[in-house]
């Protein structure tokens, strides 16, 4: 559900019942990857680095948002057999997203995370394409 306010005397009222309801404060959660490196290879820390698809592997984790950083992030879609209407079931395995290609010298991944659902991430893996010195 989308954030509901608490009330002056302390009640929550919810459009639609629920056997279970967790309540909290909002938070945001940010993870940034270093700079892109190749292992064992000259520095291309001077060549422009344009990411077009991240890998991501989870365990027991709900949806979230991934991109080249907080300004282009894109949702990791994993709805794949829930009724409508019924909260999307934690994934484990690899979801992938694709992002639009921005070119930049400073390239990372960023992953955001802003509902109180788990998100255990493993590992990732980014498709980047390295282009000519600036």
């Not at 909002?26 to 700079?35: C, F, M, R, W």
Request: aromatic share 6%.
């Amino acid at each position: 559900m989308p954030q509901q306010v608490v009330s002056a005397t302390g009640t929550l009222s919810l459009p639609t019942p629920g056997g279970v309801v967790h309540a909290g404060l909002p938070y945001l959660s940010q993870i940034e990857s270093l700079n892109f490196n190749i292992q064992g290879q000259p520095p291309i820390r001077n060549r422009s680095k344009t990411t077009t698809r991240l890998s991501v592997v989870v365990d027991q984790s709900a949806p979230f948002f991934a991109g080249p950083d907080f300004q282009h992030l894109r949702p990791m879609q994993q709805r794949e057999f829930e009724v409508y209407g019924q909260p999307v079931a934690l994934h484990t395995g690899v979801l992938p997203v694709t992002f639009d290609a921005l070119s930049s010298d400073d390239a990372s991944i960023c992953i955001q995370h802003s509902d109180p659902v788990p998100l255990t991430i493993l590992s990732w893996l980014a498709d980047v394409s390295i282009g000519e010195p600036q």
